[in-house]
């Protein structure tokens, strides 16, 4: 299961209308690691400046890997954090992920990271399992 959702956010659901502050809520509790990368990373994007901010640590654990790809492989997800963080996010190897202001001005640093090429430049054979 990728989140744990409230009773009351289910009912939400069933109903037709879901608050997205509340869905975000239930991504930051239920996928905590992937919560705490991405926000940090927005944080470093703000202190640093920059184009982007991107992580290249593996994962503790399996566990945490698990919700990097649970939180960046589903679309819903994916956009709710994009909106609420205000960010635009990027993903390989199953755990790097970037930041990315949405501003214009870093849109060919977007698209060289998210390119065929470094895809291909960022893969190792300590990665091929994850």
Known sequence: MSLDVSPAL?????????????????VRTSLPYAWEMISSLVAQLKVDGGEFADNQVPPPSEKER?????????????????????????FQNCHRVAVFPWDPAVER?????????????????ELRDC
């Open 10 to 26: 289910l009912e939400q659901a069933e109903r037709g209308e879901v608050d997205e502050q509340e869905f975000v809520d239930c």
């Open 66 to 90: 698990g919700q990097l790809l649970r939180a960046l492989a589903s679309d819903a997800i994916r956009g709710a954090l994009q909106r609420h963080f205000g960010v635009r996010l990027a």
């Open 109 to 125: 640093s977007y698209d060289e990271f998210t390119s065929l090429r470094s895809q291909i430049l960022n893969q190792s054979p």
